[in-house]
């Protein structure tokens, strides 16, 4: 059964950083792309950032661009999300979300929720003003 256990989530201060974490267990994701979305209170969840399969390539939404960097260690099954410049506006539940493996995924379609099959429980981000 795949598990997704996400870490490193807390209360940082505007322009101050943090790092997710999320390790997959139950399979072997190298060949998943992996991602990353957040939901804040009354809103929709929403794309983050993903990675590709190796070889890896990279998106961000354009509202993250820049400060966040996304990164996986295939060897630990684990995929990160390092925020740096952190904003009020950045405050929302952070969740890790992992495709199939094998399965294609097209640049189109990384941001769409709909194309990811695992999702972890979520990781609280509140970044003070």
């Known amino acids: 059964q795949v598990h997704l256990a996400e870490s490193g989530g807390g209360l940082v201060q505007t322009g101050g950083s943090l790092r997710l974490s999320c390790a997959a267990s139950?399979?072997?994701?190298?060949?998943?792309?992996m991602a990353w979305f957040r939901q804040a209170p009354g809103k929709e969840r929403e794309f983050v950032a993903a990675i590709s399969r190796s070889p890896s390539r990279i998106y961000y939404a354009d509202s993250v661009k820049g400060r966040f960097t996304i990164s996986r260690d295939n060897a630990k099954n684990t995929v990160y999300l390092q925020m740096n410049g952190l904003q009020p506006e950045d405050t929302a539940v952070y969740y890790c979300?992992?495709?199939?493996?094998?399965?294609?995924?097209?640049?189109?379609?990384?941001?769409?929720?709909?194309?990811?099959?695992?999702w972890g429980q979520g990781a609280q981000v509140t970044v003070s003003s």
């Open positions: 139950g399979g072997t994701f190298s060949s998943s792309a």
């Open positions: 979300a992992v495709r199939r493996p094998f399965a294609f995924i097209s640049s189109r379609d990384v941001s769409s929720r709909d194309k990811y099959d695992y």
